[in-house]
């Protein structure tokens, strides 16, 4: 991971290495039901809106999933593992480690393992790691196994503003708890932290006159933006030291959450325990008490089924959301 810091202390994520898109184009990944497994941990915000997306689309029956740990294994790489399976092994692909589908794919493969990462269950070979485009492969190219009446996460007419507004949100919120949390200097810190938040003031006017992002209905750009706010209160606001204000505290922004997590696909994909165990025990910048790491007892989650009456920005009523 050290490799990840420029000289000015600075965090820059390392490029994705398997990104060969899914298609029908010579080159491509073929699109084929049973042909491939997902891998994720539910810690992780990039793994989570890949499931969010194959669990509103009806992807469930066509790609598999499999779940590593929250806990990072005392091993001396980065790694995740599937310490949660029977006997310590995937059951589908009988690894221990996500590095054996990388170093299966690539043998001279030396960064870290990552989710979300595809699977081909033919040659159990990492084929694509592109968390930035995975969703919107789901949503496009595996049209033909989507479910019935399923929603249009990014509909072609929007894809350019949706495309313009995910870079934006992954370069200043995504990422940018990450350049917050794991800055080297101080100011490094500080310029990543007023970007943030200058980002999320932004986002709660933008959300004080429409229910989503793009108005009475649910984009891809909702999925990748509550992947990172549903995590900020319990890891990031402490952990990552973003700690201006709460989601809790913006008005919109907290209503827009609720609203999310209490609509199908995305609050029983949310696992809280793994979340606070992964952020709060597992990654090494956290310092708590010396060697003694404490587990956040919170949330209330009572308080993410309350009423948020966001409803009422909504110029009609949407099926898939009620």
């Known amino acids: 991971m050290t490799k990840e810091f420029n000289k000015d202390g600075s965090f820059q994520r390392q490029i994705n290495r398997f990104t060969t898109p899914f298609g029908d184009q010579p080159g491509e990944l073929p699109i084929e039901k049973d042909r491939y497994r997902l891998l994720w941990s539910p810690a992780c915000p990039w793994a989570h809106r890949s499931v969010i997306v194959r669990h509103i689309l009806g992807l469930e029956e066509v790609i598999s999933i499999g779940t590593a740990s929250p806990m990072r294994p005392q091993i001396e790489e980065v790694d995740w593992e599937f310490s949660l399976d029977p006997d310590g092994v995937d059951p589908v692909l009988g690894i221990?480690?996500?590095?054996?589908?990388?170093?299966?794919?690539d043998p001279t493969y030396e960064g870290r393992p990552t989710v979300p990462v595809i699977v081909d269950l033919t040659n159990k070979q990492a084929v694509n790691n592109d968390y930035f485009k995975l969703t919107n492969y789901l949503e496009t190219v595996?049209?033909?196994y989507h479910k019935e009446q399923a929603p249009e996460l990014y509909p072609e007419y929007l894809r350019k503003e949706i495309d313009e507004l995910n870079d934006v949100i992954f370069h200043e919120v995504n990422n940018g708890v990450y350049k917050c949390g794991f800055a080297r200097s101080q100011d490094a810190y500080e310029e990543a932290?007023?970007?943030?938040?200058a980002r999320l003031d932004d986002l709660e006017k933008r959300l004080a006159t429409r229910r989503f992002l793009f108005g009475d209905f649910i984009t891809d750009s909702d999925i990748r933006l509550y992947a990172t706010l549903i995590r900020f209160d319990v890891a990031y606001y402490n952990g990552f030291k973003t700690n201006r204000n709460l989601i809790r505290e913006y008005e919109h922004l907290w209503g827009y959450l609720r609203d999310l997590?209490?609509?199908p696909g995305f609050g029983e994909t949310t696992d809280f325990d793994a979340i606070k165990m992964h952020y709060h025990l597992?990654?090494?910048?956290?310092?708590?008490?010396?060697?003694?790491?404490?587990?956040?007892?919170?949330?209330?989650?009572?308080?993410?089924?309350?009423l948020h009456n966001r409803e009422k920005l909504s110029s009609q009523v949407d099926p898939f959301l009620r």
Do not use: C, H, R
């Not at 221990?96 to 794919?105: F, G, I, L, R």
């Open 261 to 263: 997590y209490q609509t």
């Open 96 to 105: 221990k480690y996500m590095s054996e589908v990388y170093k299966q794919a």
């Open 142 to 144: 595996w049209a033909p």
């Open 193 to 197: 932290y007023d970007t943030l938040f």
């Open 282 to 306: 597992s990654i090494t910048i956290f310092q708590n008490n010396g060697d003694v790491k404490i587990l956040p007892k919170g949330p209330d989650l009572m308080l993410f089924e309350s």
